[in-house]
């Protein structure tokens, strides 16, 4: 079976990787393969971003712009918003975004839209690599298609493949390059190109047996987390009546060396992936005459946090004899997660709205998002700077709540000069003064 050469490109590393959507996923995947010494490019819709990879400039916190600006004069990564040049690349890997529409069903649109312009310029030799997060099938039913339609045969004259993306942004101990990487191929030719790929940038490639197997344990871990979660959030409203500290449950709980896995409560379910990708499943389940019971009901407990966390605040106000309106409050963390700049899904902007919708005097401080972007879901939230934290300001606010647990904060400093500190992330543990001014939700 002849791969018009292709393989002896990747082997012998000239083989040119073309990444489409230069976002958390896209662009942390461009670095690992040309450090694996690569010529790579760079497709996105977004003008903007890839003029400011061109200036050598990285939007992304966790990816220096030192080394964007090196691989872009070095010539060893181009980016580009001329889909038409798709052609240029032998590897085409998509990682494109993949969120939920309006009726919480998958909106595949990105995919389908990127697979009609590689389509258009499809040729033989060429590998196409799905690496979005999907339901299973989407690959075969979406994009197969597409490509076939060019009059091309996929494992004959082009390759095709589905690899999930697993990264995790702001996770100091992972990034791209030592993920392990699921690969499933249409045929196995595929797969083989497609490992091949792969295994020249990442740690390790295990190969599954076809495409549906990668897409479906990609939803399978992040059902895991989203469930686990869900699970442990339901127990944090259970232990908070009853006195008992979760967070500490949970320490105790993974002291067992197996059989165990800590997850922990929050103030919701934030980020790209656990709060949408298991309704991919869900609305598959529905097509198939199946329910999908557990993401459903993790879906609204984890929900149902930011609620919670609100009921609690107007407990803990309540009882300095203040209503929620008229109240200062200030949200420290807009990103949906500790250490990161991403403020999708983030359930900071729901505790926002809540508290705006009830008339506090509303702040929020993070020291990654230095104003707030105007989110989908929220089209009502007033723009806002992130306020500037000093002793002063502190000391103002009837209630300081801690939504993300970002490791720049000075936990110490911030309860030491605020009135009441609302603690979603056991943030706070390790402070030692000024202990019952801090309440957890
Ligand atoms: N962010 C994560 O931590 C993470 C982890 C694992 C998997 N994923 C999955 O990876 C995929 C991408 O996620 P992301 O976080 O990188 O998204 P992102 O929004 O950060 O990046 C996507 C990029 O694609 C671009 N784009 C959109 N439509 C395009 C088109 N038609 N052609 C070219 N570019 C286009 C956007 O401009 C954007 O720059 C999603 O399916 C997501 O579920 C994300």
Redesign the pocket.
């Known amino acids: 079976m002849t791969t018009h050469g292709l393989a002896e490109k990747i082997t012998q590393k000239t083989a040119v990787i073309g990444v ?7 662009l942390p995947l461009i670095r690992a393969f040309t450090r694996a010494g690569f010529k790579t490019m760079g ?4 003008q903007t ?1 890839v003029d400011k990879l061109k200036a050598g400039q990285s939007y992304i916190k966790h990816i220096d712009s030192a080394a964007i600006q090196k691989l872009v004069n070095e010539k060893q990564f181009e980016p580009t918003t001329e ?1 038409s040049r798709l052609k240029e690349a032998d590897c085409i890997i998509i ?4 969120p939920l529409n309006e009726s919480r069903d998958p909106d595949l649109s ?1 995919i389908v ?2 697979t009609e ?1 590689i389509a258009k310029s499809l040729r033989k030799g060429q590998l196409v690599v799905l ?4 339901h299973p099938t989407t690959t075969r039913e979406n994009v197969l298609p597409l490509l076939d339609g060019t009059g091309l045969t996929a494992g004959v004259d082009y390759f095709l493949a589905f690899s ?6 702001g996770n100091p101990n992972f990034e791209a390059s030592n993920i392990p990487k699921l690969v499933g191929g249409h045929d196995s030719v595929s797969a083989d190109l497609a490992c091949s790929m792969y295994g020249h940038a990442i740690v390790k490639v295990v190969k599954v047996s076809s495409m549906e197997i990668a897409e479906a344990a ?1 939803i399978l871990e992040n059902t895991y987390r989203a469930v686990n979660i869900a699970m442990v959030n339901e127990l944090k409203m259970l232990y908070d009546k009853m006195g008992i500290d979760v967070w500490e449950v949970i320490d105790a709980a993974k002291t067992k060396p197996f059989g165990f896995q800590a997850f922990y409560p929050g103030p919701g379910l934030g ?3 656990i709060p ?2 298991p309704f991919y499943l869900t609305w598959l389940a529905r097509k198939w005459g199946e329910q999908t019971r557990f993401i459903e009901l993790a879906g609204e407990i984890n929900t149902h946090m930011p609620n919670y966390v609100i009921s609690q605040l107007a407990e803990f106000l309540n009882e300095a004899g203040k209503p929620i309106k008229g109240s200062k409050i200030c949200i420290l963390g807009a990103a949906y997660k500790k250490d990161v700049d ?1 403020p ?1 899904e983030s359930p900071s902007f729901e505790l926002m709205k809540l508290l705006l919708k009830r008339g506090a005097n509303l702040s929020y401080n993070d020291p990654h998002v230095p104003s707030l972007p105007k989110m989908r879901h929220y089209p009502d939230l007033p723009a806002m700077n992130s306020q500037e934290l000093n002793p002063a300001f502190l000391a103002s606010q009837d209630v300081v709540l801690i939504s993300t647990d970002h490791s720049a904060y000075d936990y110490d400093t911030i309860v030491k000069h605020s009135r009441l500190v609302i603690d979603t992330r056991n943030a706070t543990k390790n402070v030692k003064s000024g202990r019952e001014k801090i309440r957890k939700a």
């Open positions: 489409i959507g230069l976002g958390y996923v896209g497709f996105d819709v977004d971003k889909m990682c494109v975004p993949t990105y839209g990127t312009s690496e979005s997060t999907t999930p993306e697993r990264e995790d942004p990609k980020g790209h992936c949408i990708d991403d999708r």
